[in-house]
């Protein structure tokens, strides 16, 4: 966070959360474990509709980070709306485990240009695409 703040790429404010602190931001973070604080937080954002993080505090949050796979094609987000973050995180690895590995994404635009040149019907394509793929895997 101080390595982005030197960059000017976010604001840091090393002191006590301000109401003021609100004005003009679209997001804020809270990531406190005092409770009184996350509270403040949530309705200075609220005053000024301004999203809030509350980080492992649902209650006090008017958003939710979710963890997101980018791997090219793909992009995927998960989200648990705050209830179990941990849990979000570990589907995020499951997830980037089993993704395809870039052989099967030539092998899916391969049949894809191939099935419109052809005009093969969408239900037909299904098939093709599975066997082509744990063919691949043998």
């Not at 604080?37 to 980070?65: I, N």
């Not at 030539?106 to 419109?116: F, G, P, Q, T, V």
Request: proline share 4%; charged share 25%; hydrophobic share 45%.
């Amino acid at each position: 966070v101080r390595q982005l703040a030197s960059e000017g790429t976010i604001q840091w404010f090393e002191r006590p959360f301000e109401d003021s602190d609100a004005i003009g931001a679209w997001l804020l973070v809270a990531a406190t474990a005092d409770g009184a604080v996350q509270e403040q937080v949530a309705a200075a954002g609220l005053k000024q509709k301004t999203f809030v993080l509350a980080v492992d505090d649902p209650r006090h949050a008017s958003a939710y980070s979710g963890a997101i796979v980018r791997r090219s094609p793909f992009t995927i987000a998960i989200s648990s709306s705050g209830a179990t973050p941990g849990l979000t995180r570990l589907l995020r690895e499951v997830i980037e485990d089993v993704l395809p590995a870039e052989a099967w994404v030539e092998s899916a635009r391969r049949l894809r240009a191939k099935w419109i040149a052809e005009k093969t019907p969408v239900t037909d394509r299904f098939g093709e695409l599975v066997r082509e793929l744990v063919a691949k895997r043998q």
